[in-house]
């Protein structure tokens, strides 16, 4: 029951972030060509306005690399 549980608050954690993202959609980038490829206006939404959802994304998947190494290593019987 703890199990199913953890897994329901971490799929609600998910499902709000996802809900609270502005998506961007086409109509909304850049039409310049020079605008589009700006490593630097990436870095700065990155790290402005997705900071929460670029951690979440960065705990999810060290949580997942933490668990197929413990996977892969098996008992040390």
């Keep these: ?7 329901a608050l971490f799929l609600a954690v998910i ?10 959609t086409v109509d909304q980038l850049p039409q310049n060509i020079a605008d589009q490829s700006n490593i630097k206006a990436l870095g700065v939404l990155i790290f402005t306005d997705f900071v929460i959802p670029f951690e979440i994304l960065s705990i999810v998947l060290l949580s997942s ?3 197929a190494i ?3 290593k098996g008992d040390d019987n």
Excluded: D, P
């Excluded at 029951?1 to 897994?7: E, S, V, W």
């Excluded at 499902?15 to 961007?24: C, D, M, R």
């Design 1 to 7: 029951m703890f199990r199913l549980t953890i897994a």
């Design 15 to 24: 499902f709000v972030s996802l809900y609270g993202t502005g998506w961007t």
């Design 65 to 67: 690399l933490i668990g």
């Design 70 to 72: 413990y996977m892969a």
